[in-house]
């Protein structure tokens, strides 16, 4: 038995990050290992679920406004089965890549594995460098994306500073995360960001329903077929956060446990985003091209501040949610990613923070940025390279035989398998980075073109000019006389 067990360590990788060896003695050791040390398959679901959502949540009525009802929702229903499917695909490589080194004793006990040393473990150095590539581009962008939200959504609670200082200011707040060792170490943060996501959607959801709908509400989507592909590669965007899968996998005690973990982290996602997406765009219809933020139509109440700070507790968890990955491949370029030293991986990690500050002063422009980085970025990581990565690893007869996961039956096995990731590729190839990309780039230039670099406010309303010193405030107005007043006879 004693036997068994060990080798059962050694399988399922059970490793130290910068955590002290050693079971607790007492019992506030236990409440911090209770808080701190999550590697079960429940942590795996909450920490999916929970950086899946975040501020995209926000932004999908704005997609609804540009497809239109019906194709929101099959949008969201294609791209989560689809996204679902290439999260499994990357999990099959990881414990293929995983269990090839282990039979080489190879041992991960201060060392994360991530997703493009999986590839250049299977494929070689040069599915490693676009791998790495697109990956570190993704998350960077992502990181930059969360910064930008906190900012949008600070500003309707509090006006008083525009919303390029509160970048400022959350950039500073964000950059904590540097303290957070791994995904081992998130069990109460994606627990709450769960949480906190669950009561926003509803919020949304109720208060868009108890809203009504606004007078002369239009909803003519698909109007244009720049803003429709827009939508879609946003959606594709919103389904594709498991970037940071083979990152999630390896902080399990078991990661061959995580084979249907993104698929029903998934379905619980679409009980938020459907019902909530649905109902804004009811509610507000057009209204929403212009406001790329649901927070922006609805009415200020406590429930709706309240919804504004959990969201951004929660972009700053989705935040190192993003940030992590890229802290182990900055501290693999240095030499500092098995420094057992807390504070010294802390410090290494600050120059991450920095161009992640930059670009989201430079790029404040929150919802159209998430379409760009879908097209581009994760159309190709979390999409089409998992599914060439599949195929080119499995191609001979010999490793489909010794393969160490064997693909489902109801799939059809090994040419259903090829058939779907075939599937995968031409269509994210053709719509997603073709369509999805001329779009996304298109609408993106414009709104450069519109507010600038580094706006200062974006999307905000504008400002009413401060009252003449000179006149009293007890004296009544003078009549307006305005030439073109439609209420004027000729």
């Known amino acids: 038995m004693a036997t068994d067990k060990v080798v059962e360590t050694v399988i399922v990788g059970n490793y130290v990050e910068m955590e002290t060896e050693g079971k607790p003695n007492d019992m506030k050791a236990r409440f911090s290992k209770f808080l701190w040390h999550g590697g079960s398959a429940y942590d795996a679901w909450f920490s999916c679920a929970s950086n899946q959502v975040a501020q995209v949540l926000l932004t999908l009525p704005y997609s609804f406004s540009q497809l239109g009802m019906l194709s929101g929702i099959c949008f969201q229903l294609f791209y989560g089965l689809l996204g679902s499917w290439t999260a499994y695909l990357i999990s099959v490589l990881y414990v293929e890549y995983r269990t090839r080194k282990e039979r080489e004793k190879v041992e991960f006990r201060n060392h994360v594995i991530q997703w493009f040393e999986v590839l250049d473990g299977l494929l070689g150095k040069y599915w490693r460098n676009v791998g790495l590539a697109f990956n570190c581009t993704f998350l960077l962008f992502g990181s930059v994306i969360q910064l930008i939200a906190c900012a949008s959504n600070i500003y309707y609670i509090n006006d008083n500073l525009d919303k390029r200082t509160w970048t400022y200011i959350f950039g500073a707040c964000c950059a904590t995360t540097v303290f957070i060792p791994s995904f081992h170490n998130y069990r109460m943060w994606s627990f709450l960001g769960l949480v906190m996501t669950t009561y926003t959607a509803w919020y949304l959801t109720i208060a868009s329903l108890l809203h009504g709908q606004v007078e002369g509400v239009k909803h003519s989507g698909p109007a244009k077929i720049v803003l429709y592909f827009t939508g879609a590669t946003n959606i594709l965007y919103t389904f594709g956060g498991h970037a940071v899968t083979v990152e999630i996998m390896h902080a399990m005690w078991k990661p061959q446990k995580f084979k249907a973990i993104y698929l029903l982290a998934t379905l619980y996602v679409l009980t938020l985003t459907l019902p909530s997406a649905a109902a804004v765009y009811w509610a507000f219809g057009d209204m929403l091209l212009n406001h790329s933020n649901a927070f922006a139509l609805l009415p ?191």
Not at 345 to 371: D, M, Q
Not at 424 to 434: A, D, N, Q
Not at 475 to 489: E, G, K, V, Y
């Open 300 to 490: 200020r109440s406590p429930s709706r501040d309240m919804a504004v700070i959990l969201m951004l507790i929660h972009q700053f968890i989705t935040f190192g949610f993003a940030c992590t990955p890229l802290y182990f491949v900055w501290e693999k370029a240095i030499g500092m990613h098995e420094c057992k030293s807390l504070c010294k991986r802390a410090a290494a990690r600050l120059p991450v923070v920095i161009p992640i500050w930059f670009l989201a002063i430079i790029f404040p422009f929150f919802g159209p940025i998430n379409s760009t980085v879908g097209s581009l970025l994760v159309s190709f990581t979390v999409y089409i390279i998992p599914a060439l990565a599949h195929m080119f690893t499995f191609k001979s007869s010999a490793a489909r035989e010794n393969a160490v996961e064997q693909p489902p039956k109801f799939m059809g096995r090994w040419v259903g398998t090829y058939m779907m990731n075939s599937f995968v590729v031409v269509w994210v190839l053709i719509v997603g980075f073709g369509f999805g990309g001329w779009a996304s780039v298109t609408n993106f230039v414009h709104q450069i073109n519109t507010f600038g670099l580094f706006t200062k406010c974006y999307q905000c309303p504008p400002t009413m000019p401060p009252p003449l010193p000179h006149l009293n405030a007890t004296a009544a107005p003078p009549p307006l006389r305005h030439p073109l007043n439609h209420t004027h006879s000729p």
